[in-house]
Structures are given as structure tokens and as C-alpha cells.
């Protein structure tokens, strides 16, 4: 016997009668002659295409680029690959003949020009700027009388700290006593911290050298060009499934059946066994599509026979090849079954509203 074969019907009511043997403790007296068997042959495939693309662009590298281990062709989609080329994981690069070019950057030995300090080695800085203290709005209370707002001084003091900024300082402008701000003395700016008043700072970019490493050629001063050819298989999964649902009682349960497989390659048949109908559901997806090189065809079936009783019964079972080959058997609540549960409830129901109605 082979995992996921067809059970016979002598088989299935064998192991059925065994089954309700085993129940006949908890009220069943029936036997698998009480029932009328259905047969339910489910399919699910995969057919995994590997499909051609070629494409061609024109590649440009820095510095000088080997490419003697690459193949040549003249016209890419004339181009053969060998018998062991299969390219899945790691496409097949090509190089067009006679595109290679190998040529100076045009920069200076690999080095350009900074574009922050347009080579200058350092960008300017404001060398003043508002004290934090007084935000250089009332830096002196008595400037008025000492001509207007004092002129900045060549070189800004450097920024204090002010424990009390409401206290004030001698100006060092008017030389007023307890008039100016204690974080500028009254000048209303103070000495930039980046530039310390210079009035520059180094190029951070180029570390102050004007020039930085080319982008183009990476530092090499030359570059190489090619038209590259590129040969790829791409792998497309189409999955198929037979128009007949799942018995959806027992759909979570057939997952981990014993699902007969078949694996097919290019120009393998059809299993001898499988069904014209199911053959007739995978025709579709079997022909062959455009640029397709190679493809695998996963099958898998199993057959559910459905058990349900001649005349009335509460209790219908499935059938079907457990992944160890043995058949198993799942007992569900039929049709019937459920319809009496149902009116059962709703007579509960009106039963238990009659006595509230009489209580009251």
C-alpha cells in the first residue's frame, strides 16, 4: 500500500465498522452498512516556471575593471548558453564585443574640488554674534548719554556666564558703573565660538585640503565602460486548485494529511493514475509560456470519503489517508444533527420565557 493510494470501499467500511465498534459504548448500534459513501478526490499543484530574461545596458565602473571571465557576444539573443549553465541563484553576465572602454576621468588624479569651500580649504563664519545674555537689546542702560549704541569692538569680547543677568556691570564702552549686560560688558555681541572671531573655519568635508576624493572614478583617475549583457531566470509560481471546495468540516485536518505527491519535470507525462478530471483542471496551467526554459510541476491529491447514515442520523464521518498510510476517520455532526441541535436550543428558549411569563 502506498501513502495517499485510494482506499477501497472494503477498506473503508472495515475500518469504519472498527471505528463504531469502538463506540458502541457511548450509544452507537450501527455499522458501516448504515451508511451511503461519497467520494471526494481533491487536488492541489504548483507549476514553478523558470522563465528567461535578457537585457543589455551600458555599465560604467571605476578604475579598471576585469572582464576576461566574462563571455563575449555579438547579438544577446543569439547567444547559447552551455548545457550546465542554469541561471537560478546567479545570473549569467556577458560583455558585448568590442564595447569595452577604458579612459581618465578628466579630474586630478582622482582628487576634485571640494564643493563647500570651493577649494578655498575653509568656509567663512559670521565672527560675531547676539550675546545670550541680553540677545544684544539693552547691552547698556546709559547709552545714550554716551553717544548711541557703542560700535562693536575689532575683536568681541568672549561670552560670560551670568549667575544673576539681572545684575549689571561697568560698560566697557561708556565705562559706566552697574550699567551693562554682564554677558558682554555692554558691547551686545560676543566673540563666535565656531571661528573665535576669525571669521572663518576649516572645510570639514575636504579636512581643509580643497579637494576631496572624485565620486566618478573613486579616487582611481580612470574609468571603465562596457555594454554588459545580462541572462536571468526568474522563478514564477502559478498554483492550481480543483473547483471543488474542501469538505469544510475537516479542512484543517486534510492539511496534514497524507497527500499523494507527484514531482514532474520537462516532458515528464502525467501520473497514469490521476483522473480525467483532474487532468482536466491542469491543462491550463501546463502550457508553455514565453521564455520559459525549465519548469516543475509539484501534484499532490488525496481522496475524503464522506460516510453519511441511509435515513436519519446525527453523526456523519470522513475518511481519508492519514500521513503514516493508515485511514482515519473524523466524526462530525451532520446535517440532521445540527437542525435538531438547533430546534433543541430554540425550545430551551421558549420553555425557559413561558416559566419567567408564569413567575410573574
Known amino acids: 500500500m502506498t501513502v495517499g493510494e485510494d482506499p477501497s470501499e472494503d477498506e473503508v467500511r472495515a475500518e469504519l465498522d472498527a471505528y463504531l465498534a469502538r463506540r458502541k459504548g457511548k450509544g452507537s448500534g450501527r455499522t458501516a452498512a448504515d451508511f451511503t459513501l461519497t467520494r471526494l478526490p481533491l487536488l ?20 579598471s575593471v576585469d572582464l576576461a571571465g566574462r563571455p563575449v557576444y555579438d547579438v544577446l539573443r543569439d547567444y547559447e548558453l552551455r548545457p550546465r549553465d542554469k541561471p537560478l541563484d546567479k545570473p549569467v553576465e556577458l560583455v558585448r564585443r568590442g564595447t569595452v572602454n577604458v579612459r581618465s576621468c578628466g579630474c586630478a588624479n582622482g582628487r576634485q574640488q571640494c564643493a563647500d569651500c570651493k577649494g578655498m580649504t575653509y568656509r567663512t563664519c559670521e565672527p560675531s554674534q547676539p550675546c545670550p545674555v541680553c540677545a544684544g537689546v539693552s547691552p547698556c542702560s546709559q547709552y545714550l548719554k554716551h553717544g548711541g549704541i557703542p560700535s562693536s569692538p575689532p575683536r568681541p569680547p568672549k561670552a560670560r556666564r551670568a549667575a544673576h543677568p539681572e545684575e549689571r556691570v561697568t560698560c566697557a564702552a561708556c565705562h ?18 565656531k571661528c573665535q572671531a576669525r571669521g572663518r573655519i576649516p572645510c570639514g568635508p575636504c579636512k581643509a585640503t580643497g579637494t576631496v576624493t572624485c565620486g566618478t572614478c573613486r579616487g582611481q583617475g580612470r574609468t571603465t565602460s562596457w555594454t554588459a549583457g545580462r541572462i536571468a531566470w526568474v522563478s514564477e509560481t502559478e498554483a492550481v486548485s480543483h473547483p471543488d471546495t474542501w469538505p469544510r468540516r475537516v479542512t484543517a485536518e486534510l492539511r496534514s494529511a497524507g497527500w499523494r505527491k507527484d514531482r514532474l519535470g520537462v516532458g515528464d507525462p502525467l501520473p497514469d493514475d490521476l483522473s480525467a478530471d483532474h487532468r482536466s483542471v491542469l491543462a491550463p496551467h501546463l502550457r508553455q509560456h514565453e521564455g520559459e526554459q525549465d519548469r516543475t510541476v509539484v501534484i499532490e491529491r488525496i481522496t475524503v470519503v464522506r460516510a453519511t447514515p441511509r435515513g436519519s442520523g446525527d453523526r456523519e464521518y470522513y475518511l481519508y489517508r492519514g500521513f503514516s498510510g493508515n485511514l482515519e476517520v473524523q466524526a462530525r455532526i451532520s446535517d ?17 420565557v413561558v416559566v419567567l411569563l408564569l413567575v410573574k
Open 44 to 63: 492541489r499543484a504548483s507549476v514553478t516556471r523558470h522563465i528567461e530574461r535578457r537585457t543589455e545596458a551600458t555599465r560604467h565602473e571605476p578604475g
Open 176 to 193: 559706566t558703573p552697574d550699567s551693562a549686560c554682564p554677558g558682554c560688558q555692554g558691547w551686545g555681541r560676543v566673540r563666535c565660538e
Open 336 to 352: 440532521e444533527g445540527r437542525r435538531k441541535a438547533v430546534a433543541a436550543v430554540l425550545a430551551a428558549v421558549v420553555l425557559l
